[in-house]
């Protein structure tokens, strides 16, 4: 397909306005500033452009969850807190093209009548927050943000908000609480941020390849938009293409092209000739897949059906040469660093498997290992946690386990068991101490 | 790309500070973005941070005051996030990408070599203090393993090789 989300990539000097507007950039704008935040909503749910960060949430509703008649501020945050394992897409927008990113969040602000938003992006992107407040100061320039944009009456200020290094503040809750100058705990819902949000106040946030959506469809139309893909997985879709592949990247294509043709087309197959094992088809937090589901279409309903999750669309590309229990040990220890402490379940039981793969892979699995595995995961799934943190990790673990269960089973049989250690209790015969008044 | 060094800590930036004019220029334009007081703390600390290099107890005291919190909490959001630094750290942090993209692309093969290059491990520094090695979660550059952060620049698609010849290029220029 025709590049839209990447359509500057490799053009001379993507990043300045110039070229911006040069080729129809802030037309959009323009556009929706003329229509009222209204039918930009209606535009938008049309297009039926679904939620980009992981959830797959359709777009246009969120925004329309915004209570009407809210006095006060409401608030835009555009999520650039990449940080889910085998994800950086954002990052290859950013880099670039920075004003489109801008100009969806102008479009979205105006949409939820917001006239302040900020970008939350990553602590470790300094460069990436850098070209953002360069295009924000550009577009300023321009009259395209600021007071009375374009003669509209409509005020919009953006201002980009570094974090400091906690997987935990992509998820939009943990964000909004960072972004407030707090710890990233993600906060219990109802009530949800569209209603009681950032500063206590109606917000909405959006990732970073969502908004960058936005403008094409309010130049093009929410028809042209929806024509892409199938109903209900309408869009092009940015894939991130990292591990044992040829060609690793950022690919845009139309959501519901399948992963053989992602990784076999595109990729130039798996490196070195060698044979596909497994993949994780949208970041880490996404149940893992086999060789033989590579004919599973990418998009978020038939991801659904393959019970697993088109999440970011960061596919992680594994050969044969890889150990599955080294796999699940590093993720385990990923989501135990990560995970925030708020739940028991999540941050207990992630450190327990992270521990419990830690000794299977040094060569100390117990038989009873992979059902100790399942059980954790089962007790921090579905509903046991504050936020999804928790299936994040127990989803993909349980299913490494359960896919390549006779893997994990070859590693315990060749292993050679520690004694267990066992607290010792001895049968307490005297008085009790303490309590013989 | 030319990585700038890390502010060196002095005995006077960690026990009794005081923020000068600019720093007060600095926290004041931060404070303008936000509606609350307290969401100026992650920005401030970044200020910080770049202004002493790492955020000492006197950082964290002198920020509370400022902005009206109490070192507790601004301790404790500090220990929250992973890059603030709670102490001096070297010139060059290597904060190499430990997760599976890396991983399974050389990230271990990095790790080994930077440990036997410069006889540190995790968390250690050189002793000429020079060049700090970090194990780091997912950086975000996947598509380019292994990736390996110094100080605020992304280095991707690294050998051992190229690595090397970044390294001594900082080496030498001190």
């Known amino acids: ?437 | 790309m030319t990585t700038r060094p890390l502010v060196v800590a002095t005995q006077e930036t960690t026990s009794d500070v005081k923020f000068d004019k600019t720093m007060e220029d600095r926290i004041a334009d931060v404070l303008r973005r936000y509606p609350t007081t307290r969401a100026a703390l992650l920005p401030v600390l970044w200020l910080c941070q770049e202004r002493f290099g790492w955020i000492s107890p006197g950082v964290i005291s002198a920020v509370a005051e400022r902005l009206g919190e109490s070192a507790a909490f601004v301790e404790g959001v500090v220990s929250f996030y992973t890059m603030y630094y709670t102490s001096p750290p070297a010139r060059y942090v290597l904060q190499v990408c430990t997760t599976l993209s890396c991983s399974v692309c050389g990230g271990r093969e990095l790790v080994d070599h930077l440990t036997a290059k410069l006889g540190i491990g995790f968390g250690e520094k050189t002793p000429d203090g020079s060049f700090q090695l970090v194990g780091v979660q997912c950086l975000g550059a996947c598509g380019n393993a292994p990736v390996i952060q110094i100080n605020d620049d992304y280095y991707e698609d690294l050998t051992p090789k190229k690595l090397d010849a970044v390294l001594d290029d900082l080496k030498g220029r001190r």
């Not at chain 1, 925004?63 to 940080?83: I, M, Q, T």
């Not at chain 1, 409509?154 to 997987?167: E, K, P, Q, S």
Request: net charge neutral; aromatic share 8%; hydrophobic share 40%.
């Open chain 1, 1 to 437: 397909m025709e590049p839209v989300l990447l359509r500057a990539r490799g053009v001379p000097g993507s990043r300045s306005i110039a070229t911006y507007l040069a080729a129809g950039g802030y037309e959009g704008w323009k556009r929706a500033l003329g229509l009222g935040p209204d039918a930009v909503v209606k535009e938008v749910l049309d297009s039926e452009l679904r939620g980009r960060g992981g959830a797959g949430f359709p777009t246009g509703r969120k925004w329309s969850f915004v209570p009407k008649d809210h006095p006060g501020p409401r608030y835009l945050v555009c999520n650039a807190d990449e940080s889910e394992p085998g994800t950086f897409k954002d990052r290859e927008i950013i880099e670039h093209d920075p004003h489109q990113v801008i100009e969806g969040i102008a479009i979205a602000s105006f949409a939820i009548k917001a006239n302040t938003a900020y970008i939350y992006i990553r602590g470790e992107f300094v460069r990436w927050a850098t070209i953002l407040e360069e295009a924000i100061g550009e577009a300023r320039a321009k009259g395209l943000l600021g007071t009375n944009v374009l003669g509209s009456g409509f005020d919009l200020d953006i201002w980009v908000h570094r974090g400091a290094g906690a997987y935990i503040c992509g998820e939009e809750t943990a964000l909004i609480e960072s972004l407030e100058g707090k710890r990233g705990f993600p906060r219990l819902k109802p009530p949800f941020p569209a209603v009681v949000g950032v500063f206590g106040k109606p917000t909405v946030v959006n990732n970073v390849e969502t908004l960058a959506c936005v403008p094409h469809i309010m130049t093009r139309g929410a028809a042209w938009f929806a024509s892409i893909g199938r109903p209900r997985n309408t869009g092009p879709k940015l894939f991130c293409v990292s591990g044992h592949v040829n060609r690793p990247g950022v690919y845009e294509l139309p959501l519901g092209v399948t992963f053989r043709e992602i990784i076999e087309e595109h990729c130039g197959g798996v490196r070195g000739g060698r044979k596909l094992k497994a993949f994780f088809p949208g970041g880490s937090s996404a149940p893992v897949m086999t060789a033989d589901e590579v004919d599973v279409k990418a998009d978020f309903d038939a991801c659904a059906e393959a019970q697993t999750m088109l999440g970011s669309g960061g596919v992680i590309v594994l050969d044969d040469s890889v150990d599955m229990v080294a796999v699940a040990d590093n993720i385990a220890h990923f989501y135990a660093h990560e995970s925030c402490g708020q739940c028991t379940p999540c941050r207990e039981g992630s450190d327990w498997c992270a521990d419990i793969l830690d000794r299977m892979a040094a060569g100390h699995g117990r038989a009873s290992d992979p059902d100790t595995l399942l059980r954790i995961c089962r007790f921090s799934s579905e509903g046991m946690t504050i936020c999804p943190l928790g299936d994040a990790y127990a989803l993909p673990l349980s299913s490494m386990v359960n896919k390549f269960r006779a893997e994990f089973e070859r590693r315990i049989a060749d292993a050679t068991p520690l004694p267990q250690k066992r607290l010792p209790v001895l049968p307490w015969t005297g008085p009790r101490p303490g309590f013989g008044i």
